[in-house]
């Protein structure tokens, strides 16, 4: 569906989501969305992004800053990835431990100087992981100026062995931003790693496929080669067209755009 820009969409990770407090996770994403949204009175897209997971990283309800899951030795080892569409800059960080990765990336992108720094920050992050509801969080938005932003931050996969890295980091996997399209990628980072959904997503746009035909093309070659429960997307394109795809039971999703605001939950491909 075509929104009305400045846009923010934001979601919380491809899932069963069982068991979980739905109402807690969506009021988080509510949050996430009006403080991230409030950036563009001042900022661009990557301020929105940046500012929007901030806010999911600190509220420990999802698999993302404080909220991350635990290593097989009972430790926490982030990822989180960042670009700016226009310039194709990108900031990413891998196995590191801060109580927001997203800003790590943010400061590596500004810094310009290398694209992925690894096991780099180590600050004292008391985690939380038991309240966590969700999973990874990743953030796509487009402003006035018409610049697109895309960034994902996650804990990763629960019990992966100290210097597993995902997809998240990883650009053209996790994450990807041109001048066409911003993707976040959610899922099982094995699997996304070998396939980059993020860039092939972008390809099929510069190839004429409209954003929601690029998403569920990926999507469902995705689901044939792999099988079910394994991914989830989200991406906006430079003509405000904002879409979702995932083969899991769930994955929260919200998005606020000029005139409005909504979170979603299932509803398989809506938004
Ligand atoms: N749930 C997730 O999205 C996990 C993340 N993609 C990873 O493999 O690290």
Redo the contacts with the bound molecule.
Sequence with gaps: MRYNKPILLIHG???TWRNVDKEKSLSVMQESLDRGYSEFRTGGSIEAVVEAIAVIEDSGVF?AGVGSVKNSEGKVEM?AGLMFGRTLSIGAVASIRARNPIRKAYQVLKEGRHVLMARTYWEDVDVNEGHAQG??VGAVALDEQGNLSAGTS?G??RGKLPGRV???PIPGA?FYATERVAVS??????L?LKVLPAKEIDTLRAMGYSLEDSLRAVLNKFTATFGRDNLGMIALDSEGNAAASFNTEAMPRGIRWREGKRVFFKEVDSL
């Design positions: 990770g491809a899932g698999n990822d999973d990874t996650t990763g996969i995902g997809d998240s996790g990628c959610t899922g099982v980072g094995e996304i």
